[in-house]
């Protein structure tokens, strides 16, 4: 099926920017500093306009269709390594981008969110997502234990939602918006509590619907260690 280019939803998704040791067996999704660096610099060079997930949204919900020429980064899981490595591309290009915290391990150094078999890693802490947000860094919810909903009741995953969202603006001081699946995964249940919740709108990975504007079920572009050179990221970009 022939995807109109509007319908194509313009979200980066990304999760941990580092680059691991020699040697080290490293599962997962994860982008090297340099590399993601580079990916940010032609990003810029190409005219693309940077929106929060939120300010896409808004841009959407006013006009019926995304940005032509906009895009919006996230990052899931809020690792320490986006403050770490991230962060300072960001800050010195001017990019927005929208980081999915899971509230239970904010400042913590956690297996929870990590496939199994791998070690234990940190997370971002307080206050380096306090000034995050004051640098154009809008923070979403990933849940409040990062446990895949659709296998929860409704009851447990209206707290997943419900809770995070209180937690996080406790936090940070400004509404918390937008909501990002673990793992991708939903329900047209899970969609309707998270509505209900307050959000505006919630991502998943690629298992949103591909010939329309779910707002509750929209697909991400993952960026994967497996795109090393920028033809391969280029190629994946939303024009
Ligand atoms: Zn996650």
Redesign the pocket.
Known sequence: MKVESTMRVPVLLY?KIYKPGRGVLVRGGFTPPSRFARQMSYLKKRGFVFYTASELIDHYNEEGVFPSNGITLTF??GWKDNYVHAFPVLKRLGIKATI?L?PSCIGQVSEK?MASGESARAHLSNAEILEMSKHGIEFGS?SVN?KWLHELTAEEVRFEAEESKHLLENLVQKPCRVF?Y??GYYSASVERIVETAGYHAAFTTVYGPQDRVDMFALNRIEILRRDRFLYQFRRKLPL
């Open positions: 999760h899931d899981d999915f899971v969110v990933h990062h990002a673990p793992a």
